[in-house]
């Protein structure tokens, strides 16, 4: 099985000119963490709810005026429509990220979350791993 058949394709999408405001804005209206940021179609990175408080507003940055492209996550970890749930799922541990912009050529088609294959696949136990190594510390001195 692959993600094409589970991902979400209706994404909401903000450009590198967008505020950090505007695009928190975006994930309380679409209840999600994460918004791709896009130039055209083409995936230029992500913002995350992290992004805005942990790198801008806790550095003194004003979100109505700050820019995305300053503190967006560059390169992010993406799948492309045929990646299977089982490659998905080990990028996702991987990385230690919950959702995947999908991405065809340069265009993104939609993301994947891990609840969407948890909901879609019934895969309990797998996606419980997945979210049980994606939720280990990265650095064990904390």
């Known amino acids: 099985m692959t993600i094409r ?6 994404v909401r999408t903000v450009d590198s ?3 950090l405001a505007e695009a928190a804005r975006v994930m309380r209206d679409t209840d999600t963490g994460v918004v791709p940021v896009v130039s055209g179609a083409v995936l230029e990175g992500v913002i995350t709810d ?24 560059r390169n992010p970890t ?5 990646t299977t749930i089982q490659e998905a ?5 991987r990385d230690q990220i919950r959702r995947l912009p999908v991405v065809e050529g340069t265009e993104l088609i939609g993301i ?5 294959l948890a ?4 895969r309990d136990r797998l996606m419980g791993d997945t979210l049980q190594d994606i ?8």
């Open 78 to 82: 993406y799948a492309e429509p045929e």
């Open 50 to 73: 992290r992004d805005i408080v942990i790198r801008a507003i806790a550095d003194g940055a004003d979100p109505s005026r700050a820019l995305v492209q300053d503190y967006l996550t």
């Open 112 to 116: 994947i979350s891990i609840g969407d």
């Open 89 to 93: 799922t080990q990028m996702m541990q």
């Open 135 to 142: 939720s280990q510390p990265t650095d064990t001195t904390l």
């Open 17 to 19: 000119q967008t505020t």
């Open 119 to 122: 909901v879609d696949t019934g």
């Open 5 to 10: 058949e589970y991902m979400t394709t209706d």
